[in-house]
Structure formats: C-alpha cells, structure tokens
C-alpha cells in the first residue's frame, strides 16, 4: 500500500518544465502527510518494457505451463498492477510528444491495463507540459490527443476524481517561431505550479 504512486516520464531532468511542476505538487504533499509512503516510477531512469506476446499469453496460461521467462513478465505486470490498485494517490508527470504521450508512458499503460484486475479508487493528478497551445481557437485546436487520451484510461481504471494540470507553450524561448509566446509560457507554469500545490494540499 503506497500513499502515493508517482510516476516521471521526462528525459529532461533539471531543465524539465514537468518535473518542475510534480516537484511543487509532491513538495506540498509531503507536507501535507508527513512520512507518507511515496512509491516513485521514474521510467527515464527506468523504461518498463513494451508489453511483447510472451508477457500476453502469460495472461491465458496455468502458471505451471508457463515458461520461466514468461513467468517473470507476468508477475512483473502482476506487481506493476498491484502498484496501482494499492495507491492512495496517483501522480503522473509528463510532457507531450508528437501530439500524445511519449512511448515510455504509453508502454507502462499497456502493462497496467488488465481488464478485471486494474482498479483505481484514489485521485489521479495528471501534470501535462505542452510546448504549444491546443486550447480553443488555437491553430492547432483539436490536435491534443494527450489530455483526453490520460483521462480516458483513467476512468476506464473507475477513477472518479481526476484532475489535469497542463502548463503550455513550453517551446517558447527555445524556439525562435515561439519567441512571442514566453510571457504566456511563465505565467501558464506559474499557473500549473499553484494548481499543483493546491491539489496535493487538498
Ligand atoms: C520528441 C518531442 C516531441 C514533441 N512533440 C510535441 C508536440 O507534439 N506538441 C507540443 O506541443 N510539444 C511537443 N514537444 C515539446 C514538449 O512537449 C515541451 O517542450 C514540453 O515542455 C516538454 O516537457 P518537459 O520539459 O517536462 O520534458 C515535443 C518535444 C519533444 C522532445
């Protein structure tokens, strides 16, 4: 039982607007529950590996038919899945790539994602970095297939209370077509930051 799963998919480290931005949520959640079990999943520092045949068919065999190797996927989905169903809270903190979520997320998604077996009961906060905008009215409108792609999986898992936190426009001051855009990006962060804190404090 954690009373936190967090989970960190940015391969930017200290430049990383994502992390930046789960640090205030966890740094006021420690505050809030003080010794508070945090079970973190860094998948920059370790990838979880894309669900192969072997780890599937593991699902639809008797445990003694199983091979050794297909044996120890199964299980290692089985702990990644009872990671899940015995967090209090679930963090994730993500940028967006090519208009969804980087592969090493989506790869954790397909691991955890057991019809019958994934529960989530808790509160999920989704931390999204965008280096545009696909508000509305934007260009580029109706191009974010992140947000509501995370929701999604997170109300088929039965979570009631899911709240997304996305700060945008992160591209702007790296990319000189973006260059008007960097008060919009300060202030979103600013924004998505507070959000963060209130939420971990609440
Ligand atoms: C491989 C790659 C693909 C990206 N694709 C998009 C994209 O489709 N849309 C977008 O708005 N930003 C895109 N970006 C920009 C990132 O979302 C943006 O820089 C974000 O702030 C990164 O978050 P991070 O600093 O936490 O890593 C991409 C960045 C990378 C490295």
Known sequence: MSDLLHLEVSPLGDRSISRSISKEFLDAFKSKHPGAVIVTRDLDLEAIPHLDGETINAGYTPEIDRSPSAHAKHNFRISLVNEVNEAKNILISTPMW?????????????????????????????????????????????????????????????????????????????????????????????????????????
């Open 98 to 202: 090519n208009f969804t979520v980087p592969s090493v997320l989506k790869a954790w998604i397909d691991q955890i994602i057991v019809p019958g077996a994934t529960k989530v009961s808790g509160p999920v906060t989704i931390i999204i970095s965008q280096g545009g905008s696909y508000a509305e009215g934007a260009p580029r409108a109706g191009w974010d297939w992140q947000t509501g792609y995370l929701k999604q999986v997170f109300t088929s898992l039965g979570a009631t209370d899911i709240e997304i936190i996305l700060s945008e426009f992160g591209l702007a001051g790296v990319v000189p077509a973006m260059a008007d855009f960097v008060e919009h990006k300060s202030a979103s962060i600013a924004a998505a930051k507070k959000a963060a804190q209130v939420r971990a404090a609440a």
